[in-house]
């Protein structure tokens, strides 16, 4: 039997001292950015300490950041999403007279050295993203960069297109303001570039596949269809409290499509599956015939997609999940939340080939839910292999995620995981995880 | 809902030496009765005292602050500070939130009745002695409402989960709830009560933060 141990590492420096929401690492850089306050800290993760700040761009607290993914090597592009309503779009100047030229670009094969150059430049607030009539949650970029979405209290979820010529100005324009959540939207992600994505649906939609957590105790998928519109293609229900989030499974086994985890207030977290045909050519279609119930008009000729609850996770959280994460490298999923409990989830090997074990019940306007009997059907899919009590002393930990190392102390930096956790406490604070066999 | 008109124009009024409570009165006491008080409510000689009065009301108050002081300090207090080896009890928590005024009327959400000590639980109890400074400590305060309509329920509640948070350690988490029944939306306010996310942007609204500075001020003083 192996044992699993999740090792605490240092705390990235400096820390906050006031609350922090949440920490995204950068798709390719050892950089990781920070929310807190009116702040956006952003920490170099070869030298786990201070890279810049972005300050001064809102007017209320900083709830989210997003990095603008697939850019040129040396530019950075942040999105903040915030309380005063509105998300700011900010991009890394480098000063000029530096001669290193490539600062950014070369920090991840130079060493800690190259932060020395990354530090030659600043932050500029180029654009204000405004429509949202209360408080931006979150932000998120599809894979090639070119779509954001914004969600907020009012309910909506707004999709921006970049539409400037060149990296270096700033042109966005709303293409779409997604009204159907019956609460606050509290969370976007939207689904990874893998091959699966393309298994399913093309025939109707585009490629990209949008996920959304809300309030209402519901996550929904959203995709675009062939006349430019976007349409809720599925309601997610089954948890009891507020979806605190949804996150994507990064890379899914058998090419099949992604999966989808969301985590809630009811101290769950639930995996989901979308039903795909025996083809795996597009399932979609099956769920024509339970009629479109619960669906607005303007789905049209749209196509539902069913998406079942396939697993719940071992319970172990005693209040509400704030944070989930799943690990490209290893598949394994990492928890916390109110509670200040890190939890570490494995999923059984057979599992995953096999098709749905929970079917899904249907309510009356043809939804997919989970009856409580029926998670046993499938029978322990997950095991939980660690926890960490206290991760931040008696606070509350609002964030976790995977990042790679890229500090001195990782064996294989760029390739090595570890976790970084965000709390009330404001210590942004990395763990490794130990697998020794005995 | 018209939130100028009041809800309630005619409220029950406990007057306040009816309510139960350990702090001290703020008449002067005399006698024998507080001939150790300067012992056992001594403060840590380290505590500085600028503005200390001789004026024996003042004493009170600061000397009441510095108990608390102690207490939430998260044993900071001392050895020797006997004090700090008792865990918060749901007196101390009703000390803490019944001095706070309805934004409606010029009078304490104890005197309303709103908060009564018997609707406040902490778990796990302080009876099992102080707990570690990591272990959760649950504190939930059932509120009753004046009037089952009540719009302002949610202000009221929002007034005591942050004057809780405001000065208990950050091992504890403070649950506000409206009692059974007494509320015609009670899942909508305890809902929004206990998200986090809500809370901390509610406090960010400078015209929700002035009333619930207003409706704080008056717990200050005690």
């Keep these: 039997m192996a044992s699993t141990q999740i090792v605490q590492l240092q705390s990235l420096k400096p820390d906050l001292h006031e609350r922090a929401w949440v920490s995204i690492p950068h798709p390719s850089l050892p950089l990781i950015a920070t929310a807190h306050g009116k702040n956006v800290t952003v920490f170099s993760l070869s030298t786990l300490s201070f890279h810049s700040a972005l300050t001064d761009g809102h007017a209320r607290s900083i709830r989210s950041v997003a990095w603008k993914p697939a850019l040129p090597p040396h530019e950075l592009c942040l999105i903040s999403g915030s309380f005063d309503s509105s998300a700011g779009v900010w991009r890394w100047n480098k000063s000029s007279g530096e001669d290193d030229g490539d600062g950014l670009g070369q920090d991840m094969s130079r060493g800690p050295a190259g932060d020395e150059t990354a530090k030659a430049g600043e932050w500029d607030y180029n654009l204000v993203l405004e429509g949202h009539d209360s408080e931006v949650k979150c932000c998120a970029f599809n894979p090639s960069g070119n779509y954001l979405a914004t969600c907020s209290r009012d309910k909506s979820i707004w999709i921006w297109e970049d539409i400037a010529s060149s990296e270096s100005e700033d042109d966005w324009e709303t293409i779409a303001v997604l009204n159907e959540h019956e609460g606050d939207v509290k969370a976007v992600a939207w689904c990874p570039d893998v091959p699966g994505r393309n298994s399913v649906g093309q025939r109707y939609y585009s490629v990209d596949v949008l996920a959304s957590a809300s309030y209402d105790n519901t996550a929904r998928i959203w995709r675009e269809d062939s006349d430019g519109e976007w349409v809720c293609v599925a309601v997610l229900q089954g948890h009891e409290g507020t979806v605190w989030g949804v996150e994507w499974e990064p890379k899914p086994r058998d090419n099949r499509f992604p999966r989808l985890m969301t985590f809630s207030a009811d101290e769950t977290i639930r995996v989901w599956t979308l039903e795909q045909g025996e083809d795996n050519a597009d399932g979609d279609g099956s769920a024509m015939s339970q009629g479109l119930g619960g669906i607005p008009s303007t789905m049209r000729r749209s196509f539902r997609e069913q998406w079942n609850c396939t697993a719940v996770l071992p319970k172990v959280h005693d209040k509400d999940v704030y944070s989930a994460t799943w690990s490209a490298e290893s598949g394994l999923i990492a928890s916390t939340g109110s509670d200040g409990v890190i939890a570490l989830y494995k999923e059984d090997e057979a599992a995953p080939s096999d098709p749905p074990a929970v079917s899904a019940d249907k309510d009356s306007d043809g939804n997919a839910s989970l009856s409580h009997n029926s998670s046993a059907a499938g029978g322990p899919q997950w095991q939980l292999l660690t926890t960490v009590p206290s991760a931040h002393g008696p606070y509350e930990i609002n964030h976790i995620t995977w990042c790679r190392r890229y500090d001195a102390g990782s064996t294989k930096r760029g390739e090595e995981e570890m976790l970084v956790t965000t709390g009330d406490d404001g210590l942004v604070q990395s763990w490794r995880i130990d697998v020794t066999s005995s | ?222």
């Design chain 2, 1 to 222: 809902m018209a939130a100028a008109a009041l809800d309630n124009a005619n409220p029950v009024i406990l007057s306040a030496s009816q309510l139960p409570t350990r702090h001290k009165r703020s008449a002067p006491r005399k006698g024998p009765d507080c001939r150790y008080s300067d012992l056992i409510l001594s403060r840590p000689s380290y505590m500085s005292r600028p503005f200390l009065q001789d004026d024996d009301a003042q004493y009170q108050d600061d000397t009441a602050a510095a108990v608390a002081w102690s207490r939430f300090g998260s044993g900071a207090g001392g050895a020797d500070d006997n004090l700090s080896a008792e865990a918060i009890d749901e007196q101390e928590i009703y000390d803490l939130i019944s001095n706070i005024t309805d934004p409606e009327h010029p009078v304490s959400l104890g005197q309303l009745s709103v908060i009564n000590l018997p609707d406040i639980h902490i778990t796990p109890s302080p009876a099992l002695g102080v707990p570690s400074p990591n272990t959760i400590v649950q504190v939930t305060v059932e509120l009753t409402p004046t009037v089952t309509h009540c719009s302002l329920a949610t202000v009221l509640g929002l007034g005591v989960r942050v004057r809780l948070e405001q000065v208990l350690p950050p091992n504890y988490r403070v649950e506000v709830i409206c009692k059974e029944n007494s509320h015609s939306q009670d899942d909508q306010v305890n809902k929004q009560l206990s998200d986090k996310e809500r809370v901390a942007a509610a406090l960010e609204n400078d015209s929700l933060k002035s009333v619930l500075d207003k409706m704080l001020e008056s717990c200050i003083d005690n």
